[in-house]
């Protein structure tokens, strides 16, 4: 059965990496697919047609449907461009994978402003702005009596969720889309869409220099046999969401790596003090150590809250 039979995707950086797992597997359960890519390098610095085009010949190789779109997502006109190619090729959307993206590490105190602007552009305006045209889209749709079961699936990361050191930028835009999901996910219930993010892990440009860097342990979650880190591992969960199936699911973030999809549970109040008026500044030394360590430490880049020993050591 093709779960996503005639609805109409974009994937946003679709060319290579997990958005092109992702494009492959909507068009394999029979979603026509809008493929954009700029063909960016991967610090967004400079730009080569050419990976749009050569997904879009992969999908229509297995007798699916797909068109190339190479705008810059971040940019206002060239995101309404791409959602209008979606409509005026397959007639609507359904689906928009937010998933484009590019890294430029820096320790904060080495970070360039062009550095910064770039990399919160292209994530958190490059969220926004396709999210922006195409919820204007399906708002007017639902005003019109034709609302659709649509869906909009951003990209977070562990480094904005947990937090990793030399990506202050990165971590500040993946945090930013995380929070602007779980509010669009409220204003866009109204016209028939959900909003959800995920996490995802996938060898690709964007992993291999965490690997390197011994950041990440590719051997976490290994399986003999299996390769867990393979892109494609993420797609079934991102083809799913777009589905129609996954209606009442929004607002929540999944982590996707290798064979398990993990539900983030986000910041909540946690203990606290309070008395009936404004503390001064004197008392809360003797308070303050004993609240924190009441509270939940902060989760690893795995995700996982230490243990308490570890977490004092
Ligand atoms: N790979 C991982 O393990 C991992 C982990 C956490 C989050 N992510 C996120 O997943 C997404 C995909 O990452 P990936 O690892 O596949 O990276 P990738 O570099 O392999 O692919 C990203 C694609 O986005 C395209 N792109 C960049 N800027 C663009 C723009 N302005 N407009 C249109 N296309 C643009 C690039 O050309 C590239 O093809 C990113 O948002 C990334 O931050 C990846």
Redo the contacts with the bound molecule.
Sequence with gaps: MQLCKDRVVIV?????????EYALEFARQGAKVVV???????D?ST?AAG?ADEVVAEIRAMGAEAVAN??????WE?SQRMVQAAIDTFGSLDVLV??????RDRMMVNMEPQDWDAVI???LR?TFAPSRHAGAYWRDESKAGRQRVARIIN?????GLFGNVGQTC?GAA?AGIAAMSIIAAQELARYGVTVNTI?????????NH?IKSGR?NPQFNAVEGFDA?D?ANVAPLVAWLGSTESSGITGRVFGGRGGRITVAEGWHAGPYIEKAGRWEVSELGALMPDLVARAAPNATLDGVIPAPDKAAA
């Design positions: 946003t950086g679709a060319g290579r990496g997990l958005g092109r954009n890519d700029l063909g960016a390098s991967p967004g730009n990976p190479m705008d810059d997502v971040s940019d060239g937010n998933n484009a993206g590019i890294l552009r292209v994530h490059g990209t977070s990361s562990s480094a990165y993946k996490y995802p892990t996938g060898a690709s440009r964007h992993l965490l990440l880190l892109p």
